[in-house]
């Protein structure tokens, strides 16, 4: 049988009131009970937060996954506002530069940068999530056509950070 304990914690109370303020705070005169018994906790966050996908889910490659290639150019992959999934590969070798960033139109911040510095290719993979705000880009460049980058990228959550599900779920 389970043992009950009176509680009596002025800062248990203080935070009850922070966390619950719909609820009317902490009466007076009443006091906080505690027992032995182990009661299961159920976590809904997830649910109530609109998403019944885990995170390792949500960021899931599906149809509205975009592929991007660039080759002795500059790309665009992305330039809707919002965090993105984005994986990327390619080869270089000496003399070329591969260079991954985000644009606004009047500067740049280099995400990933690769420069050839052997006679071989060179070959690289990475996975990120970038962030884009409202007239931000995400771009690559290559220097040469000894140099491609692959960039393939999905939109994860939107500018407020709401997810973004991917193609098909709840059908």
Same mark, same amino acid.
């Given at each position: 049988?389970? &043992?009950?304990?009176? !509680? ?19 009466? %007076? ?20 937060? @609109? /998403? ?11 149809? %509205? ?25 390619? &080869? ?26 052997? /006679? ?8 990120? !999530? ?13 220097? /040469? ?10 939109? !994860?959550?939107?500018? &407020? @950070? ?10």
């Amino acid at each position: 049988m389970a &043992q009950e304990f009176i !509680i009596k914690s002025e800062d248990i109370e203080n935070k009850i009131n922070q966390l619950l303020p719909s609820q009317g705070g902490f009466q %007076a005169g009443v006091d906080f009970s505690a027992s032995t018994m182990v009661i299961p906790i159920v976590d809904l966050t997830e649910t109530a937060e @609109g /998403s019944a996908l885990r995170l390792d889910l949500q960021k899931a490659t599906d149809f %509205a996954t975009t592929a991007t290639l660039a080759s002795d150019n500059t790309q665009t992959a992305a330039n809707t506002p919002g965090f993105y999934k984005v994986v990327g590969s390619g &080869q270089y070798r000496n003399g070329t530069n591969i260079t991954v960033f985000i644009n606004d139109g009047s500067s740049t911040k280099i995400i990933r940068e690769f420069d050839g510095t052997t /006679s071989t290719d060179q070959v690289f993979s990475f996975d990120d !999530i970038v962030f884009l705000r409202a007239g931000d880009s995400l771009q690559a460049t290559t220097t /040469s056509t000894d140099a491609y980058i692959y960039l393939f990228t999905r939109q !994860i959550a939107d500018l &407020q @950070g709401n997810l973004v599900n991917p193609l098909g779920f709840g059908i």
